[in-house]
């Protein structure tokens, strides 16, 4: 069984922060995907990474593939408090399509 | 569009009992998939389909069966439910299993409790 472990667990910041999420895992995946949940529904797609070292900009957040694609980053600048909530990473294999293998998860809380 | 629809939002059953999770999406997706939701293991895949007529295990498929006789719905069902099966449940569809990489739309989730 593939495992995707992200780190922090659990991350408590103030407005203004930076902050890095990191994805890891002992497999190479073809592409990564990282999805924000809110409580009470479910995950929403931010972004999907395809090619090894890429990096990917949304606003505030850079997204990063690692070069073996075996690790990912997400990067939030000045954090605002609605990026509160939990941060999944998922790894897609070449050959399975869509099913994806989750990371753990990292939640984050930003306050005034 | 509805998108990806789930119900009920919040289920409690006894030890024993069965019922039938259900999700529809209207976006006439050709993947759909089931995931449980655990505290500390993120989203685990327990059954998907690739079309009408077609499903196939994922990583936790043992006490739940699933059927597709429609591209429109994909019902799980519990056979006999048992406290290990608390946890949130959520349906997702995305467009095409042929593409790896193409979004996935997750339903807004069945809480289950088993007593």
């Known amino acids: 069984t593939q495992l995707l472990e992200q780190s922090p667990q659990f991350l408590s910041i103030q407005e203004g922060e930076n902050l890095t999420v990191y994805c890891n895992s002992s497999s190479v995946f073809s592409s990564l995907q990282w999805y924000r949940q809110e409580p009470g529904e479910g995950p929403v797609l931010l972004v999907t990474?395809?090619?090894?070292?890429e990096v990917k900009k949304l606003k505030r957040l850079t997204f990063q593939f690692g070069d073996a694609r075996k690790d990912s980053s997400l990067h939030i600048t000045a954090a605002q408090p609605g990026d509160t909530g939990l941060y999944l990473c998922a790894g897609v294999n070449t050959g399975t399509a869509s099913k994806l293998t989750f990371g753990t998860g990292t939640r984050l809380q930003v306050t005034l | 569009n509805a998108g990806v629809t789930q119900t009920p939002k919040f289920q409690v059953l006894k030890t024993g009992q069965s019922m039938t999770l259900q999700c529809a999406q209207d976006m006439n997706h050709e993947y759909m998939s089931w995931y449980r939701q655990d505290p500390g293991m993120g989203l685990r895949l327990i059954h998907y389909s690739v079309g009408a007529g077609i499903t196939d295990q994922g990583e936790v498929p043992n006490g739940y069966n699933v059927s597709r006789s429609t591209t429109e719905d994909f019902p799980l069902r519990l056979l006999s439910a048992a406290p290990s099966q608390t946890s949130v449940y959520f349906c997702?569809?995305?467009?095409?299993?042929?593409?790896?990489?193409?979004?996935?739309?997750f339903g807004p989730g069945t809480r289950l409790t088993v007593l």
């Open positions: 990474v395809v090619t090894g070292g």
């Open positions: 997702a569809s995305s467009y095409s299993f042929r593409i790896s990489y193409n979004e996935q739309f």
